[in-house]
């Protein structure tokens, strides 16, 4: 029995040695740790504040171009208008082109034979130009 008390009690010492080592390596050795991630996160803030000024830079190219397609936006719709309103003027015209027209100018036998004349005349000369 007296040997299982020696074997446990030799068994407890050398555990807590060994943690003792860890315990003190870590202390000592620990701080290499901290200053690599003391490293790391200085080049991870300057990195951030790049990005961070690349987003600044996106940020008003955006606005920028939002108001460029605001304006453009606003131009269609004024065109549309526009457009539907010369379609609509469009389309009154050739409903009264198809018409018949109920108003005639009352012409006097002699403004007929006159307007004949004319006629004739401007024909005869193209003719002569012609020939």
């Known amino acids: ?3 299982n008390k020696i074997n446990f009690y030799d068994v407890k010492t050398l555990l807590l040695v060994v943690f003792g080592v860890i315990i003190i ?3 000592l050795f ?3 740790i901290v200053d690599n991630n003391a490293k790391e996160i ?3 803030k300057i990195e951030n504040a790049d990005l961070m000024g690349k ?4 940020k008003s190219n955006n ?4 108001k460029v397609l605001n304006k453009i936006d606003i131009d269609l719709k004024q065109n549309n208008k526009d457009t539907d309103a010369i379609l609509t003027a469009l389309d009154k015209i050739n409903k009264k082109k198809n ?3 109920t108003y005639v100018n009352s ?3 002699n403004d007929v034979a006159d307007e004949l004349s004319k006629y004739l005349e401007k024909r005869t000369k193209g003719n002569d130009i012609n020939n």
């Open 107 to 109: 012409l006097s036998a």
């Open 99 to 101: 018409e018949t027209r």
């Open 25 to 27: 390596g870590l202390l």
């Open 63 to 66: 606005n920028r171009l939002d």
């Open 1 to 3: 029995m007296r040997m």
């Open 55 to 58: 987003n600044d830079i996106l």
């Open 42 to 44: 200085k080049a991870l």
């Open 30 to 32: 620990g701080n290499v």
